[in-house]
């Protein structure tokens, strides 16, 4: 017998590891519409516990229901539902792209389209989002060219940022992408500073800082919680909750708070948490959280309960570290099968009406591909310039480059 007053070091463990039976027993899920819509002025104090609950608008058979319900008609919602398959799309021609050698790295958003094609839809031109390399709805949601993103992705000769970021890692200020980073979480205090600059000129646009479970146990993540509290900063805190970093599972980052909202409430950050797969949710919740921003009344702190149905990247092997069904038994479904059956069931939409649009969509998309491979792949057609790299840095070219571009010949 161990000696009682012997520390122990503690690890926390998933439920399950490959080969078990998945178990999300450990999930509450509240019922759909029971969770209230406070004011947007309300005491963060007094809803402490919307931290540890999930805001529900669709219920198991289909129906919005509740206080967050209502928010969208039913063309927002055939949009949205269009956004979210043309992500899905989208993502499945890059990864067999990727697999084909015609670029070198692809990360898919399977199961977590609700979540940035639905946060979108809440913002106005002119805001800003700071994401990670999962939001790519957002630009698709806003209308932003598939081909464009995919020139990004094979850094061909009409790729935007001409060879300099990595696949995935689009920027675009017309759109309110920020330049993604590479470095986990450093865009989470750029958000908040942003935030705090268009304060400070008396602007009207907000930023939303986005990042994953795993990316908050990086000290940016509470610096930037540090500052949008103390100074108010209009800025929407998303924290993506997909259950996974790229091996580990969601309790080595959260501790023992119990929830990533909670991590909100030592700041005294209004902090919810949603349904991350429930387009209507997530739509419904951004909006107030936007609203609150816009309105001067701070930072709000949302966690989105979703779960990383694919690999991290194209560079991993999930069954190395968890069930293969695992994304079956995830209780929260899949958001555009509960959106499309949402539509379904208030009757402006059908299963052949579905079957055809994923037509359309592959359509668009393949051409969309063919136009992009057209300008050159990784292994294949035309390339950036080398001239490139020396534009764009300085506003005047100093001695040293010119030098290095003379030398290049170009």
Known sequence: MADAGMLRFHVPEPEVRPGGTPDFSNVTIPKAGSVPRPEIDVDPRTIRDMAFSIIRVLNRAGEAVGPWAGLLSDQELLEGLRHMMTLRTFDARMQMAQRQGKTSFYMQHLGEEAVSCAFRKALKPGDMNFPTYRQAGLLIADGYPMVSMMNQIYSNEA????????????????????????NLATQYIQAVGWAMASAISNDSRIAAAWIGDGSTA?????????????????????VVNNQWAISTFQGIARGGSGTFAARGLGFGIPSLRVDGNDYLAVHAVAKWAVERARANLGPTLVEYVTYRVGAHSTSDDPSAYRPKAESDAWPLGDPVMRLKNHLIQKGVWSEDRHTQAE????????????????????????????????????AEMPPHLRRQRQQAGV
């Open 159 to 182: 790729d935007p940022l001409k060879g300099r970021q990595l696949p995935v890692m689009y920027s675009s200020k017309e759109h309110g992408f920020f330049s993604i980073s590479g």
């Open 218 to 238: 990086e000290s940016d993540f509470h610096a930037a919680l540090v500052f949008a509290s103390t100074y108010k900063a209009p800025v929407v805190l998303n």
């Open 359 to 394: 037509a359309e969509i592959l359509e668009t998309a393949i051409a969309a591909q063919k136009e992009a491979e057209g300008h050159g792949t990784l292994h294949a057609g035309g390339k950036p310039s080398t001239r490139d790299m020396f534009e764009g840095v300085y």
